[in-house]
């Protein structure tokens, strides 16, 4: 595979396969993270509730500078170096706490609940930490190795659990041998679909804010695809894997907003309500 810049060493891969998660790695400068911060705030107090529908499902389908941070060649630099030169972006969800939210995430594997197309190979999300995730304001917790066995999964209602099923493994965790993955405005971490992991409250007096953005590599299908999009961020496709997204000319272009519901309404039908149905925030 061809040394890029920003490419991890063998070491670092041997680490994420080991271990499931790989941190801290930077993304960009503080100064940068702080201008797509300042274009998260814009967006919100000009959109309000309708910003958050948009936030919580592809939506660098909508929002420029979100297509931007898809492509931050730190990112897929190291990217490359897990699944190989051909990146599909697969999806983007922001997640964001506020000050003293009471609210958690429970342990819990994306796997089950991805989607992900049969045949496909492992999900790398890349975690992207637009302020401080640290463990006063509910960072990423992950538990090491846990992504070689899928594990079934409880639903529990009436808590604070933020998963939009109340999921959670159906087994105990040692808090212990959690990794708590600290992150500075502008570094990243990346996980495997199958890891187990959560966060707790944000305790803290500033909020939390980050894109989880999963990449995975072309691969050849064993049914026809009808339903499945993403966009190609490195590479080609020699599949033809997906159907492929366009790029959006201007932030919640009309046109962009109606192409991004009738993707999510294809993809999850009568469950689709304006991102209900988006990945479980982390």
């Known amino acids: 595979m061809p040394v890029t810049k920003n490419s991890l060493t063998p070491q670092q891969v041997q680490a994420y396969e080991r271990d499931g998660y790989l941190y801290p790695l930077t993304a960009m ?23 958050a529908e948009i936030l919580r499902a592809k939506s660098h ?3 420029t500078w979100v297509n931007e941070l898809i492509r931050l060649e730190p990112v897929l630099d190291a990217v490359e170096s897990l699944i190989g030169p051909n990146i599909y972006c697969w ?19 994306d796997g ?20 401080e995730s640290n ?34 493994i159906a087994v105990e965790v040692d808090e212990s ?22 966060s707790a409250p944000n305790t803290s007096d500033n909020r939390r804010v980050g894109i989880a953005v999963r990449y995975m590599a072309p691969f050849q299908r064993k049914t026809p695809n009808t339903i499945d999009h993403a966009t190609l961020v490195r590479g080609s496709d020699p599949y033809d894997t997906f159907i492929q997204d ?11 907003v109606a192409y991004l519901d009738s993707v999510l309404i294809k993809k999850f039908g009568s469950r689709y309500r304006r991102g209900v149905d988006a990945p479980a925030k982390n």
């Open 29 to 51: 400068s503080p100064e940068r993270a702080a201008s797509y911060l300042a274009k998260l705030d814009a967006l919100q107090e000009q959109y309000g509730a309708r910003a």
């Open 61 to 63: 389908l909508v929002l």
């Open 91 to 109: 999806s983007t969800s922001f997640f964001m706490k506020k000050p003293r939210d009471p609210g958690f995430v429970a342990w819990h594997q």
């Open 112 to 131: 089950p609940y991805s989607g992900t197309p049969e045949g496909a190979g492992d999900i790398v999300t890349a975690w992207i930490a637009l302020t």
């Open 135 to 168: 463990e006063a304001n509910g960072c990423l917790k992950v538990v090491a190795g846990s992504h070689k066995t899928l594990y079934e999964h409880v639903y529990k209602e009436g808590t604070a659990n933020l998963l939009s099923l109340s999921q959670e």
């Open 177 to 198: 041998q959690a990794t708590k993955l600290v992150l500075a405005p502008g570094q990243f971490s990346f996980h495997h679909e199958k890891i187990v992991h959560g």
């Open 246 to 256: 366009p790029v959006p000319r201007a932030d919640m272009d009309p046109e962009a």
